[in-house]
């Protein structure tokens, strides 16, 4: 396991070291003065010159990575053109939208997914079936954000149950701030539960043809114990991958959706950061969530260890 854990955690700091290099040439190597982006073209020279100054345009490109990278690991991320308050600050302040809403989705997905994906599986071309596979067709074939403006119209406009957008603010109670969070949650969920319903589905079949299963059932177990006990376990790797795809997908994707329903998150902020061309909110916000997306990886990485020990052993040849 100690071998296993040393080169998951080599990966992961290589992965990290790339992200901030590919980021930090795209915004600030590549040909462009991102101070003349941030400013705009008819922005006045001494202004040019000050903010140049003061993003350290006017150091060495190697210096100012060594500088950010310094202070990316000791948590500071700048300060925002547009705001003026530190980056971090404004992180911390939507993010406490962002991953309430993100892990309301992907509980909300795990819940409607496997349990439908067990039915299929274990009905196959049953009308049960038939019903999980057209769930997840539409599903996948509906683009979220229209899925969203027609939760908009029915639970909001019509019956009124729930807000149209907008955030009430956790200090309005737990449960009026979940309430925000509800139609933004289902837009991003149903989606992302329809592939997931359909992975469980296609793993679980596979494993139930595998030989072990057929032992097991020859040796006396039951049709349940069979599934409960034998395949379920063997065939959630495939689900992690998706489940954690899909946590890395919804935390830093939900930009359009942050959008439609007003949300004052994550991705709202990027969305604004880069309508008004504060490339140090992008920069840092950019290299926050690819540092998310990997960790999760990581994350993934070692459940596959939990659930299947066996896969550990790939790792000593």
Not at 12 to 29: A, G, Q, R, S, Y
């Amino acid at each position: 396991m100690s071998v296993f854990l040393a080169k998951r955690i080599t990966t992961l700091v290589l992965t990290l070291w790339l992200t901030t290099v590919v980021i930090f040439i795209v915004l600030e190597i590549l040909p462009g003065d991102p101070a003349a982006v941030m400013l705009g073209m008819n922005a006045e020279p001494e202004t040019l010159a000050a903010l140049r100054a003061e993003l350290g345009l006017d150091r060495p490109a190697m210096v100012r990575y060594f500088s950010w990278v310094q202070g990316l690991l000791h948590g500071d991320l700048g300060i925002s053109h547009t705001y003026d308050v530190p980056v971090s600050e404004l992180i911390r302040e939507r993010v406490a939208i962002s991953l309430p809403l993100t892990l309301f989705a992907i509980v909300l997905s795990t819940v409607i997914s496997i349990p439908l994906g067990i039915i299929a599986a274990t009905r196959q071309n049953k009308p049960a079936d038939l019903f999980v596979m057209g769930f997840s067709q539409l599903g996948i074939a509906i683009p979220n954000f229209w899925f969203a403006l027609l939760l908009i119209m029915f639970f909001s406009i019509t019956l009124r149950w729930v807000p149209a957008g907008g955030f009430v603010g956790w200090e309005a109670g737990f449960f009026p701030a979940m309430g925000s969070l509800i139609l933004p949650a289902v837009a991003l969920g149903l989606p992302q539960a329809a592939i997931l319903a359909r992975v469980t589905r296609s793993s679980l079949l596979e494993v139930l043809q595998e030989d072990f299963i057929r032992s097991a059932r020859a040796k006396g177990a039951t049709e349940r114990r069979a599934l409960w006990r034998h395949a379920l376990r063997n065939a959630l790797i495939p689900v992690v991958t998706i489940m954690g795809l899909q946590f890395s997908v919804l935390l830093a994707g939900a930009i359009i959706i942050e959008n439609v329903f007003y949300l004052p998150g994550l991705g709202r902020l990027i969305f604004q950061a880069i309508s008004q061309r504060d490339l140090t909110v992008v920069k840092n916000m950019v290299v926050v969530l690819a540092a998310t997306v990997v960790f999760i990886n990581f994350i993934v990485d070692i459940l596959y260890v939990v659930i299947d020990p066996r896969l550990r052993g790939g790792d000593h040849g």
